[in-house]
């Protein structure tokens, strides 16, 4: 078997609060990335996931653990670690003093490209994320979605063999989304770039994703598939509803019926049904509706979303468990 191109180890960081207090922000997660694959690291808001990308990408320094790309300890040989990688940050890094193409080229040449292959590739990439026009701006008079179409078209420029993309569709519309999401896929097709992602849209690990870590607090809650991550929770095939208003009697009669084991309010008119079994669940569920006074707008029967099972999984952390490829 090959080796991972990336491996994580027992990664941790410790961060110094104003009052004096530490917050452990990574707490000892260890997992690792095959060439080629496409990883999403989901989790909520200070979570830890910047940290995790920040400490790979030799932006900061771990408080202890391992971080190897290809086979090589980053502490060892951090010029050929940053050689590999791309990177969208999830703040804005451009560079304020230089114009957009400027920003592209001189990325371009750092990473070894000629002057007349960076200056080509920057020129088709300001094509592709709608900025020719704004070619000679600098970047300080730019929007926040034309800042962040230059970021990614600048973590793409090299062609990098390892990609992160910290929240890069955040402040995108989308029809750029699908321009993003079409260059990293093309560099992942043709040349088995590797793909680290984090994002708080849920159909995006969902349509491109391999594997898919569920993180909180610093630590890995699970982490496999998305086929094996619907294992996690209570039923693989979910009852979704949708009515004028969801009131208490609703509920309190759908709870009684032995074939729903859990039911989950999404918001006032959206209910998720966990049915304990898979058998004609739709013309078990119906005639409850049917009883109430409510409108039923909605009801399919469908696999579980990742919205729902990162859902479940962050408010049941304490029985989770990594699933695989740790
Ligand atoms: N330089 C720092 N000094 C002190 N604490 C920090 C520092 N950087 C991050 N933290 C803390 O570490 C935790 C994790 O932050 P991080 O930015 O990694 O979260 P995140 O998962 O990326 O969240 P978001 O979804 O909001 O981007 C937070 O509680 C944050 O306040
Ligand atoms: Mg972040």
Known sequence: MTKPLLEVHNLRKVFKKADGSQHVA?????????????????????AGKSTTINMITTQLTPTSGTIKIAGRDI???????RRKIGIVAQYNNLDRG???FENLVYHGRYFGMTTQAAEQRANELLADFGLSEWRQDY????????AQRLKIARAIMHRPQLLFLDEPTTGLDPAYREILWDHVLRLNRQQQTTVFLTTHYMEE?????????????GKIRALGTIPELRQLVPAASIVYATV?????????????????????QKDEKNLAIFP???DQILQQVLPIFEQQPVKLENIRLSFASLDDI???????PTEMEVKAHA
């Open 26 to 46: 990574v707490d000892d997660i260890s997992f690792h990335l095959e060439t080629g694959e496409i990883f999403s690291f989901l989790g909520p808001n200070g």
């Open 75 to 81: 502490r060892t040989d951090p010029i050929n670690a």
């Open 98 to 100: 230089l114009t957009a």
């Open 139 to 146: 970047v300080k008079s730019f929007s926040g979605g034309m």
């Open 205 to 217: 690990p969902e349509r491109f994703s391999d594997h898919v870590a569920i993180y909180q607090q």
């Open 244 to 264: 004028d208003a969801v009131t208490a009697p609703l509920l309190q009669e759908l709870n009684q019926q032995p074939f729903i084991k859990e039911i989950l």
């Open 276 to 278: 304990n079994t898979d």
């Open 310 to 316: 990162f859902v479940h999984v962050t408010e049941h």
